[in-house]
């Protein structure tokens, strides 16, 4: 991709604050940045201060387990009804991001993680989920949904979210395990 490309994807996809992270990126993290440096100072949280997994968004070890008080209150799973993003918009830069794959012979296996049991029980529709379902297998591309695969070893549980969509440790080590043997299967030939 063209340094033009990539600077139309973030103006296009993220507008004026997208370029203002892209320059400034300690300005989006500043909220992280902050609480490692008050937990430092103050010594709070010290089972948090392993900065290795406190700088950059996603996965970051969490002890936290979502409570019952919080269950009661998850909201559906985002669709295209109650988010700002439209499948037009998803289809334009999935597109693109299938483009840059092929023509760097990289190959693009979609995977969505799983959510707590019990936010997806509030679930009556999950047309994102149908969307990428639909996309990968018109592109012909492996999708692998955490929230729709039955495994025996492997089930999902409110205990292995710290929140109503991020796993905590637990849930990160399992999903990891999971994802592993599905991609041995995938290079043994047998997904």
Not at 72 to 88: A, L, P
């Amino acid at each position: 991709m063209t340094i033009e490309g990539k600077i139309d994807m973030i103006v296009r996809g993220f507008g004026a604050e997208g370029i203002f992270n892209l320059f400034l990126p300690v300005l989006k993290m500043k909220n992280y940045l902050r609480r490692d440096i008050l937990a430092f100072i103050f010594f709070t949280k010290k089972k948090e201060l392993n900065f290795r997994y406190r700088w950059i968004k996603g996965y970051r070890y969490d002890e936290t387990t979502v409570d019952q008080d919080s269950i009661k209150n998850f909201n559906e799973i985002y669709s295209f009804q109650n988010t700002d993003v439209s499948e037009v918009k998803l289809n334009y830069y999935f597109n693109k991001f299938i483009e840059l794959c092929r023509k760097n012979a990289i190959e693009l296996i979609c995977v969505r993680s799983a959510y707590p049991p019990s936010r997806l029980k509030l679930n009556t529709e999950d047309d994102v989920r149908d969307y990428f379902h639909q996309a990968c297998s018109d592109k012909n591309i492996p999708f692998i949904d955490f929230n729709y695969i039955a495994s025996e070893k492997y089930k999902y549980l409110d205990s292995d979210f710290s929140d109503y969509h991020h796993m905590n440790f637990r849930g990160a080590q399992k999903i990891t395990k999971h994802l592993s043997e599905i991609l041995k299967k995938r290079i043994n030939g047998e997904f």
